[in-house]
T-cell receptor, first 112, second 116 residues
């Protein structure tokens, strides 16, 4: 049972445009959400997070939006750069646990 | 500090053999995590230590798997009687504030296990 779903295995955008990566979750107990970026042959790297008490968190070119009623979050990258090309994982956790539940990832390709 | 270090980077073993992986976390991090990632999937939680205490274990961690963090510093993950289904990338991560903190985990580059 996939509790965190990233339904788009891949996404391709032009440099300078916006990239929007989506994530859905089924467990209403999740209250903290994170995005990780992964390059080949490296471990995932933390990107940005959001608590369920917020609906938006911004860090430079990266913004995460959370819609609790829809159990949906999205990562916006503006403007997209070729160096952003990587696999992006959405992850979630619930209070009282250190465990993160990851989605399957979305491979982003930013074309020059 | 060079981040989270995992050794070896790659391991090929025959089915039925035992293997052990090592993880050296960032020195000031008291929390250490093991995850497993198979092809086309996201990382799956295996276990978590705070200092030397193992506080959470996944049901994925069968009797053939054991993890230790004897002095609250480095950790080892041992798989006994390996099976082909154990082939995966084993990722270690560490944290000071926990996975729910502002900086998430810091992952190592992983150990890729291939069971033949």
């Amino acid at each position: 049972d996939q509790q965190v779903k990233q339904n788009s295995p891949s996404l391709s955008v032009q440099e300078g445009r916006i990239s929007i990566l989506n994530c859905d979750y089924t467990n209403s107990m999740f209250d903290y959400f994170l995005w990780y970026k992964k390059y080949p042959a490296e471990g995932p790297t933390f990107l940005i997070s959001i608590s369920s008490i917020k609906d938006k968190n911004e860090d430079g070119r990266f913004t995460v939006f959370l819609n609790k009623s829809a159990k949906h979050l999205s990562l916006h990258i503006v403007p997209s750069q070729p160096g952003d090309s990587a696999v992006y994982f959405c992850a979630a956790s619930q209070g009282g646990s250190e465990k993160l539940v990851f989605g399957k990832g979305t491979k982003l390709t930013v074309n020059p | 500090d060079t981040g989270v270090s995992q050794d070896p980077r790659h391991k090929i073993t025959k089915r039925g053999q035992n293997v052990t992986f090592r993880c050296d976390p960032i020195s000031e991090h008291n929390r250490l995590y093991w995850y497993r990632q198979t092809l086309g999937q996201g990382p799956e939680f295996l276990t978590y230590f705070q200092n030397e205490a193992q506080l959470e274990k996944s049901r994925l961690l069968s009797d053939r798997f054991s993890a230790e963090r004897p002095k609250g510093s480095f950790s080892t993950l041992e798989i006994q009687r390996t099976e082909q289904g154990d082939s995966a990338m084993y990722l270690c991560a560490s944290s000071f504030t926990g996975g729910r903190g502002n900086y998430g985990y810091t992952f190592g580059s992983g150990t890729r296990l291939t069971v033949v």
